[in-house]
């Protein structure tokens, strides 16, 4: 049975071809297998990483699963659903095959499994859609550093799992860089989160001219239509893959419930980092109204309201950054990251009483409104 009726809310717009962006994620401790799936017993939702400052949601929404507490408060711990999880690699897990060349549509490059498993090159499927990358994005530094665009895109156009940087002001990326470094910045998973335990150890390593580097060449390049939202009552059973949710073959599917749902529709060109497809997150149903009503009007005013300080479109002014168009996977998460008290950097304490009493069904819905727009 496949999901119920569903309303698009992002428009597809398709990018010529020759002109995209390449995606990358960050692979667990152990390398696996370019199309080594995890599989995960449902109860999930795709969301991940980055930079952000997101204006929420409203008490008067509950959650199943995520009761407010007596003031209305969100629950403290973020649901597991938020934090798609690979299971590690076996230990027998088949080297990358070195000779076999790889396509995707649109693309006149070709890449092997065993380059698109390095983490020291960015796979740069379409070079038209980006400037010349400074050597730190294109090949990190061994043996410490990956290359910045292998996880966050040639582009800058990043995946669900990370952020998306372009166009994001260049003192804005330089900060979110030194908070990680300083632990002002970290997961609000339960446990640990790959794609975050990675960047601390990055930003540790990194030299402030390597980050000022990124910074400049990330916040020149243009940002594109990533996501498309869904609302539906039903989504397809999942599985994980390389940080995000696929379906399980077989056309099967089940209850979204109070969940918010990115899935890679195509798990092999998510594997191959092929930044030309486009996610789809799926919310429940109304999510959109209501997002927007808070982004609009806030909870108590316009202090709260994802406009004062991110402007009428959600585009970002000056140092608070663009909103709009964005994974509302990653939106997510970090709406409770400044909830749970793990990002404490001076840029996001304005975020700090805007989110200390939204509850999950709120998050979801100025997140999947946010995400709607175009970028």
């Known amino acids: 049975m496949k999901p119920a009726v569903q309303m698009i809310i992002a428009p597809d717009h398709r990018l010529p071809v020759g ?3 390449t995606t990358a994620d960050l ?52 649901p597991e659903w938020v934090f798609p999880t690979n299971t590690p690699a076996p230990g027998d ?74 166009g994001l002001p260049a003192p804005y990326i330089i900060q979110q860089v030194a908070d990680f470094k300083s632990g002002a910045r970290r997961s609000a998973s339960p446990g640990s989160f790959g794609p975050v335990d990675l960047m601390i150890s990055l930003a540790a390593h990194a030299t402030d001219a390597e980050v000022a580097s990124a910074a400049a060449y990330f916040s020149q390049q243009h940002p594109l239509p990533r996501v498309r939202v869904v609302e539906s009552d039903r989504v397809p059973r999942s599985r994980v893959v390389g940080w995000v949710y696929a379906a399980v073959p077989g056309g099967a599917d089940e209850p979204l419930g109070d969940r918010l749902l990115e899935f890679a529709p195509d798990p092999a060109r998510h594997e191959e980092r092929d930044d030309a497809m486009k996610y789809v997150t799926y919310v429940p149903r109304g999510s959109l109204q209501r997002g927007r009503a808070i982004a609009m009007n806030g909870l108590s005013g316009p202090t709260t309201a994802c406009v004062t300080c991110h402007g009428n479109t959600l585009q970002g002014v000056g140092l608070v950054p663009r909103i709009a168009g964005r994974s509302p996977t990653y939106l997510i998460r970090q709406l409770f990251a400044f909830r749970n008290g793990v990002r404490t950097g001076s840029n996001g304490q304005p ?7 939204l509850t999950t069904r709120g998050m979801i819905d100025v997140v999947a409104y946010a995400g709607s727009l175009r970028p």
């Not at 930079?51 to 973020?78: M, Q």
């Not at 897990?93 to 693309?107: E, Q």
């Not at 380059?115 to 070079?127: I, K, M, V």
């Not at 895109?153 to 669900?160: I, N, W």
């Open 351 to 357: 975020m700090l009483p805007v989110v200390a009493g």
């Open 27 to 78: 692979i667990s401790d152990r390398p696996r297998p370019l199309y080594t799936r995890s599989v995960m017993p449902f109860p999930a939702v795709v969301l991940p990483f980055a930079f952000l400052w997101i204006a929420a949601t409203t008490v008067a929404y509950g959650v199943e699963g995520s009761v407010p507490d007596s003031k209305g408060n969100a629950p403290a711990t973020a």
């Open 19 to 21: 002109e995209s962006r």
């Open 93 to 166: 897990a088949p080297v990358h095959d070195p000779t076999t060349p790889l396509h995707v549509p649109g693309s006149r490059a070709t890449y092997t499994e065993a380059q698109l498993a390095d983490r020291f090159s960015a796979p740069g499927w379409f070079p038209r859609s980006h400037s010349a990358m400074p050597e730190i994005v294109a090949y990190g530094r061994k043996p410490d550093i990956y290359a910045c665009g292998y996880c966050h895109t040639p582009a800058g156009q990043g995946r669900p799992e990370n952020a998306s940087l372009a």
